[in-house]
Structure formats: structure tokens, C-alpha cells
């Protein structure tokens, strides 16, 4: 994670912040990215996606506010976006 804020400068860092949202019929929940496997072609009738997630944290300025997200699962969502998998 980032040691001097790239916007001010500062070194008054808030490391590995979780990153929470409200949804109207939830209470918080974490940010997240999906990338969902393809639908093959010939599958069998019950059939669900492989899914890989990647969670956020964050770190933030805490002179400026400036925040920068990082993946928690970045190699598998990679790979999984390389394959071809996609947001649904
Ligand atoms: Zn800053």
C-alpha cells in the first residue's frame, strides 16, 4: 500500500481500511468485484458459474482524503478476466 499520499504528499497514511456500502434492504455490506465463468455451451441442467470475488481495502490520506482501492484477489481475478469471464 501506498507509504506517501501521490496528491499532497503526505505521509499520514490510514492503512488497509475496509470498504463498506449500504444497500436499502441491507445493513453494510463490503465492496466487492465479481467476474463470473461463461455459460458453456452444453451444461449440465443444474449448473451455477464458477465466481471469483475480490474484495477492496483501502488506504486514505488522512491530511487530503485521497484514497487509493486495492484488490484483494487480484492474481485469480486476472486470470479469471483473461479466461474471459465477465461482470453479469
Ligand atoms: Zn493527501
Given at each position: 500500500?501506498i507509504q506517501?499520499?501521490?496528491?499532497c504528499?503526505?505521509?499520514?497514511?490510514?492503512?488497509?481500511?475496509?470498504?463498506?456500502a449500504?444497500q436499502e434492504d441491507?445493513?453494510?455490506?463490503p465492496v466487492?468485484?465479481?467476474l463470473f465463468?461463461?455459460t458453456?455451451?452444453?451444461?449440465?441442467?443444474?449448473?451455477?458459474p464458477?465466481?471469483?470475488r475480490?474484495d477492496?481495502?483501502?488506504?486514505?490520506?488522512?491530511?487530503?482524503?485521497?484514497?487509493?482501492?486495492?484488490a484483494?484477489n487480484?492474481?485469480a481475478?486476472?486470470?479469471?478476466y483473461?479466461?474471459?469471464?465477465?461482470?453479469k
Amino acid at each position: 500500500m501506498i507509504q506517501t499520499c501521490p496528491s499532497c504528499g503526505s505521509t499520514e497514511i490510514i492503512p488497509d481500511q475496509g470498504i463498506l456500502a449500504y444497500q436499502e434492504d441491507r445493513d453494510r455490506c463490503p465492496v466487492f468485484a465479481m467476474l463470473f465463468e461463461p455459460t458453456p455451451e452444453k451444461h449440465p441442467l443444474l449448473w451455477a458459474p464458477e465466481v471469483v470475488r475480490a474484495d477492496f481495502r483501502a488506504a486514505i490520506c488522512g491530511v487530503c482524503g485521497y484514497a487509493q482501492l486495492y484488490a484483494s484477489n487480484a492474481p485469480a481475478l486476472l486470470q479469471a478476466y483473461k479466461s474471459g469471464w465477465t461482470i453479469k
